[in-house]
């Protein structure tokens, strides 16, 4: 069934955040030279769901449209809590630059959306993707380094 | 997507809460249904007038030390009680799904709109001050001091039963009052909830009271010579007939929040995009059971492509409308809270097609997610072609029932919706300020909207009201709840 409601969204968001971040944290365990971004990464994470939830909870008053701000598929945005076994480091980076941006897009749709729906929780999903996107260099640039 | 886990379980027993303990009522007990699954979640008594009597004696009783315990003080439990709230927010909000129906979004507005009511009664050692006023003759110096009054009844609907009784409890008990809350009997778990939350927070015995039942706790309220004001949120009938009349022979204060018919008025050149879903919210969001809900639908002009355009959008919108429990994440729209209130949305359908009314979407079967009975469901419907004499464009239907009416222009707009007895929450659609600022200044509205389809003011303004739908002069919410609340005690000096 696809997502039209806030408390969904806010869900979908959650999930990907901790799916991304079990993703990161086991990347950090198989490729222990550049573990401290990843954990970095990770923790990161955590603190992107405190800041969604913060927006949602402090805004979804009975006077805006929270049942009716969306019309997303969660089957688009799936992320997976690992990278693929066996994959090589720059398989396993190619793997999160492809999540980062399934991510992004997510919270781009999402920001688009609600915008003027939904107050506080669009500007939060733009705050977020804008943060995050700063690690897609950083991935591209391990990239370069490991082929 | 999830669906959200019941925070009650079994089946729960309500108590009263008198002068500090929770007692059972020895009274009728009822059972309350869950409107979604159709399972019994709880008893709840129908308290007897002993029971409310016994509860206005200790918030009597309970009055003079509590007006004396400072208003610092006073705001010290009101930010421990708005702390627990935050605390128990999920479950607070769960319970009001479990026990309304309502989507877990709506819920948790719900719950957002009644912590907002605290956080702002804690600004009462401020908001209650007095004026002063040196030398109002020579030598002679005047001022006023804001004097709380004694013990008020608060009387809570079925379709908010969280979040409305915060409209006035904070207020009154920040200024030193204590209270009596009688919660709806078809809803009566998140009152529960909250009063525990109360007790935790640090209320003394008899501040805050809450008696379960119906008209014989009303009646004991209405008659007692103890209670000095009640607030009121329900239907037209009962608060003007009933509470505002009985309010008025008793020398009570009354604020008296009653029915609507309120009227969302779509400009052709509205935005269409951002416009569609606020009329879904409007409209069918709490399936209805809105006193703010959007009722007729009035768009204006004789651009008959924009009409043809614009209504295709709004019922094909609906009609993806998915129903089914509140817990489950995915639904847009739960049940109405009961079946005689299905019922009698279902009659103001057939009356509706009697009348004439083109039935643009059916919602007498819906489908519902789930496998739930549907009992309690009606979907989203939609009458064209309905003129304001027509019973479901003039009468309060309190379901999701959206009639739709055209006006040439924005003053005849204006007319019909100000011709209408009730005067809640009309609101305009437009692009267009022109037109925004004439609608806000003609309509006969105590809440308007200028493209907001539920004209919900926040905790710090008042809920206003017009005509049918308010009775009373001063409303909850904000400053005037403090001045409800209050009496301005003149104090005049001279020194010799």
């Known amino acids: 069934m696809g997502i039209s409601t806030c408390s969904g969204a806010i869900s979908l968001s959650r999930e990907m955040e901790n799916e991304s971040a079990k993703f990161y944290q086991e990347l950090s365990k198989r490729f222990e030279k550049d573990k401290e971004l990843f954990l970095t990464f990770a923790k990161e994470n955590a603190k992107y769901v405190t800041q969604i939830e913060r927006a949602y909870y402090g805004v979804i008053t009975d006077a805006i449209e929270g049942c009716f701000a969306f019309d997303l598929n969660p089957e688009d945005y799936q992320v997976k809590a690992a990278p693929s076994k066996d994959a090589s480091y720059s398989n396993a980076l190619k793997e999160a630059l492809a999540m980062e941006e399934k991510i992004l897009n997510f919270y781009g749709v999402a920001a688009e959306q609600s915008k003027h729906l939904m107050a506080d929780v669009p500007r939060n999903f733009t705050l977020v993707a804008k943060k995050r996107s700063d690690r897609v260099p950083k991935l591209k640039a391990l990239l370069d380094q490991a082929k | 997507m999830a669906i959200l886990e019941e925070p009650i379980k079994g089946i729960k027993e309500v108590k009263n809460y008198i002068n500090g303990e929770w007692v059972d009522s020895k009274g009728k007990i009822v059972d309350v249904v869950n409107p979604a699954t159709g399972k019994v979640m709880g008893k709840c008594p129908v308290s007897t007038k002993e029971e409310i009597n016994a509860a206005v004696e200790a918030a009597k009783a309970a009055f003079p030390d509590w007006r004396r315990t400072t208003p610092l003080a006073r705001t010290r439990v009101l930010f421990r009680l708005k702390a627990l709230l935050e605390e128990n927010f999920e479950e607070v909000s769960r319970i009001q799904t479990m026990e309304h129906g309502k989507c877990i979004d709506e819920s948790r507005g719900e719950t957002r709109r009644g912590i907002e009511n605290v956080e702002v009664s804690c600004g009462i050692p401020t908001l209650m001050q007095g004026y002063y006023s040196e030398d109002i003759a020579s030598g002679i110096d005047e001022w006023v001091i804001p004097s709380p009054l004694g013990v008020f009844g608060i009387i809570g609907p079925f379709n908010f039963p969280f979040m409305i009784p915060l409209w006035s409890a904070p207020y009154a008990v920040a200024t030193g009052n204590t209270i009596v809350i009688k919660p709806s009997s078809e809803v009566p778990f998140s009152q529960m909830r909250l009063a525990e939350l109360a007790e935790e927070a640090g209320f003394p015995p008899g501040v805050w009271n809450v008696v379960n039942g119906g008209r014989t706790v009303v009646d004991g309220m209405l008659e007692h010579k103890d209670i000095v004001g009640i607030t009121f949120v329900g239907s037209t009938p009962t608060g003007r007939d009933v509470i505002y009349k009985r309010c008025g022979e008793t020398g009570k204060r009354v604020i008296a929040q009653c029915g609507a018919k309120n009227f969302m008025v779509v400009m052709p050149d509205c935005n269409v995009k951002a416009t569609v879903p606020a009329m879904m919210t409007s409209f069918f969001g709490n399936a209805g059971q809105r006193c703010l809900a959007g009722a ?201």
């Open chain 2, 296 to 496: 007729n639908l009035l768009v204006v002009g004789d651009d008959n492509k924009f009409y043809n355009s614009f209504m295709d959008e709004v019922a094909g919108m609906s009609s993806r409308i998915k129903i089914g429990y509140g817990l489950d994440e995915a639904i847009q729209m739960g049940p109405v809270r009961d079946k005689e209130k299905r019922d009698k949305i279902m009659g103001y359908i057939e009356i509706g097609l009697k009348e004439g009314a083109k039935l643009r979407l059916d919602g007498r079967k819906p489908k519902v997610e789930g496998g739930l009975p549907d009992t309690c469901f009606v979907g989203p419907t939609i009458f064209e072609n309905v003129t304001p004499k027509m019973r479901i464009g003039s009468e309060e239907i309190f379901g999701p029932v959206m009639s739709v009416l055209r006006a040439k222009t924005l003053d005849e707009a204006i007319q019909i919706c100000n011709d209408n007895p009730f005067g809640n929450g009309h609101a305009i659609f437009t692009q267009n300020g022109r037109s925004a600022r004439d609608f806000q200044y003609n309509i006969v509205s105590g809440n308007v909207g200028i493209n907001i389809g539920i004209v919900a003011p926040v905790a710090f303004f008042p809920f206003s009201g017009m005509k049918d739908s308010f009775f009373g002069v001063l409303h909850t919410q904000g400053q005037e709840a403090v001045r409800f609340f209050t009496e301005s005690k003149v104090i005049i000096q001279r020194w010799f």
